[in-house]
């Protein structure tokens, strides 16, 4: 633990559940990195992992985005590729991109892919998924409307997935946002995962919600006002 961070820790009370608005106002008293932190929310699910394999994704567009530059990979054809270059897709390829990832070209966030593509895409599941990064029809990156998706995901859109602790972590920011924007996206991450939860989940559905910048300590915040 290093003495600023010691430092910050001091300023949050582990044991309190903080309110929405008294953590965003906490969080940017715990950034202390000379470069922008990220805004990390962690929520631990009450799923029971031994039953199956639960899976909860999906995405989330924040209303005052994530702050990240986001780098779209497209693999399509045709007048397809042409809509994902217009939209501003980073690499855009078909069988030429399909070969490069397979040889280790991972430059970036995002892979969409045209759904005539997904025999030719298929083939790097074992690249590809380990790295949460195949195109999946359920978080939207496998989709006709390649040109839109690009836009979307540009503009902040993102995909989430609980790992296999039961813990969904996204970024919801960045430190220099306004508190009160911090918040909105906050509540915005949390519904989408609300929306995502799995029919067969009886009882308190998120059983701990935290915050964090960067470098700095978690604050453990009172869900109730942002799940009713």
């Not at 590729?81 to 217009?86: E, G, I, K, M, Y």
């Not at 059983?207 to 700095?216: D, R, V």
């Given at each position: 633990m290093s003495k600023k961070y010691a430092e910050k820790a001091k300023l949050v009370d582990p044991a309190k559940l903080y309110k929405p608005v008294e953590a965003m106002a906490l969080l940017k008293n715990t950034s202390w990195?000379?470069?922008t932190e990220s805004v990390d929310l962690a929520l631990r699910l009450n799923v029971d992992l031994k039953k199956g394999n639960p899976s909860v994704r999906g995405?989330?567009?924040l209303p005052h985005g994530s702050g990240k530059k986001v780098r779209v990979a497209v693999v399509a054809k045709g007048a397809q590729?042409?809509?994902?270059?217009?939209a501003g897709a980073d690499v855009v390829g078909a069988e030429d991109?399909?070969?490069k990832i397979s040889k280790g070209f991972l430059d970036f966030?995002?892979?969409l892919a045209a759904p005539d593509t997904m025999s030719m895409v298929g083939k790097l599941g074992k690249i590809l998924g380990t790295k949460g990064l195949m195109p999946n029809p359920k978080s939207g990156t496998v989709t006709p409307e390649i040109g839109k998706a690009v836009k979307e995901f540009k503009g902040g859109k993102m995909e989430f997935r609980m790992d296999k602790g039961g813990v969904v972590h996204m970024l919801i920011g960045k430190v220099n946002l306004e508190p009160?924007?911090?918040l909105g996206n906050l509540k915005t991450a949390v519904d989408a995962v609300v929306h995502a939860k799995p029919s067969g989940v009886k009882g308190a559905y998120i059983?701990?919600?935290?915050?964090?910048?960067?470098?700095?300590p978690p604050i453990r915040i009172d869900q109730r006002e942002l799940v009713a």
């Open positions: 990195a000379k470069f995405t989330v567009s590729a042409a809509d994902a270059q217009t991109l399909v070969e966030d995002v892979l009160e924007q911090l059983g701990s919600m935290t915050i964090s910048c960067t470098m700095g």
